[in-house]
């Protein structure tokens, strides 16, 4: 209280005898901190400070990614689970951990990770829109059997998981299979005129 206290300084050499002399779980998480952060930034510039924290996104980005990721779940049947599933995906692909607030910085790791899942939604949008419609026209109406379309089915999907997991799973134009008509008709239903709940 009051009194003016000294910075201390500890060399590279006593900083390494200080982190492994512990032996407590806590000191992992710390090591890791240091190895990966502090002495790297030391080494490079030559001092390390605190990062300012990051700026957080407005509430017009906010807005836009909800948008987003509504066009990307909406008409889905159990599109509660979908919406669940792309913000627990986004908060993995950013690092950012409920209830933190998305940041600046997160935009292009969310900006490839909403293209990754655009990709699947749109394909899985395509690909279910095309069993409705050949249900439609060879059994309903033509009484044919249901078991080959729906062997066709499964090996859509098959392919479709291949496709992503190898990477080449390609975004489909939303006209082909009628999403962009579904969206406008739904337009009532739009974030703009609904609330919409982000799981965190």
């Not at 901190?33 to 996104?57: C, D, H, M, N, Q």
């Not at 409705?132 to 066709?152: C, F, M, S, T």
């Not at 082909?176 to 008709?185: K, L, M, N, Q, V």
Request: glycine share 4%; with cysteine.
């Amino acid at each position: 209280m009051g009194r003016e206290q000294e910075a201390a300084f500890v060399n590279e050499p006593n900083l390494y005898s200080v982190i492994f002399r512990s032996n407590k779980p806590e000191t992992k998480q710390f090591q890791d901190w240091v190895f990966s952060e502090v002495l790297p930034t030391i080494r490079k510039t030559g001092r390390y400070e605190k990062k300012p924290a990051a700026e957080p996104l407005s509430p017009k980005d906010m807005s836009n990614l909800k948008r987003l990721v509504w066009m990307m779940t909406n008409g889905m049947k159990f599109d509660n689970a979908w919406n669940q599933g792309v913000w627990y995906a986004l908060r993995s692909a950013t690092g950012r951990p409920s209830p933190q607030p998305f940041s600046i910085e997160d935009l292009p790791a969310l900006g490839e990770e909403c293209m990754r899942i655009m990709k699947i939604t749109s394909a899985v949008h395509s690909a279910v829109y095309d069993f409705e419609k050949d249900v439609i026209r060879k059994v309903v109406r033509k009484r044919g059997a249901i078991e080959p379309l729906l062997n066709e089915m499964r090996l859509k999907l098959l392919e479709l998981q291949q496709k992503e997991n190898d990477g080449l799973l390609m975004l489909d134009k939303l006209r082909e299979h009628g999403r962009s008509r579904h969206i406008i008709g739904q337009s009532s239903n739009s974030p703009d005129r609904a609330s919409i709940t982000t799981p965190d």
